[in-house]
């Protein structure tokens, strides 16, 4: 589990039900972006029964896109130098990291990154502030809203706001 409940819990699901989580995270991306991400630094929590780091690797598969195994202990300074020195275009993060990541990078290390996709929480007013003072041209959007246990629920289209989402009617 993800953790936000407070207790670790343990969830098992099929290779076929991973495979259609992954296919609806990234047909949401798809819907969500004006064009799919080329090169993702994934920046979630790997391991300690968090789902999130394998969902956007499993997601950016079928995005044919490049990732970047960061996760989430890699220093912010060193993301943004895996973003500059291999041209990423989309950071993937928890709100809080992202934002930490976006906003110490002075802009030249950030200038081949488009796309900075939380997952895990909303991003709030103030954070959302933050990265876009650091990066007003970054487009900011949600990944997936989404749980361990069921997979994708919905996705954000261009024009919703950040506590906006369309549901996966085939979730």
């Known amino acids: 589990s993800s953790g936000t409940a407070g207790k ?6 099929s290779w076929q039900s991973e495979w259609h ?3 609806l995270g990234a047909r949401g991306v798809r819907a969500t972006l004006p064009s799919p991400p080329r ?3 994934n920046c979630m929590t790997p391991g300690e029964l968090n789902g999130a780091f394998f969902f956007v690797h499993g997601a950016a598969r079928y995005l044919g896109a490049w990732t970047f195994p960061l996760g989430a202990k890699t220093a912010p300074a060193e993301v943004a130098d895996t973003i ?3 041209g990423l275009d989309t950071l ?3 709100p809080a990291y992202g934002t930490e990541v976006i906003t110490g990078a002075g802009r030249e290390k950030l200038r081949s990154l488009r796309t900075y996709m939380y997952l895990g929480e909303a991003i709030g007013r103030a954070r959302r502030n933050a990265i876009l003072e650091a990066a007003p041209e970054l487009e900011v959007r949600s990944f997936s809203y989404s749980t361990n246990e069921t997979g994708p629920i919905g996705y954000q289209c261009p024009h919703a706001d950040d506590s906006t989402h369309h549901v996966h009617e085939d979730g």
Do not use: C, Q, W, Y
Request: aromatic letters at 12%; a neutral charge; charged letters at 10%.
């Open 8 to 13: 670790t819990k343990m969830m098992f699901h």
């Open 21 to 23: 989580t992954n296919f």
């Open 39 to 41: 090169g993702i630094a």
């Open 84 to 86: 500059a020195e291999h």
């Open 92 to 94: 993937v993060a928890a």
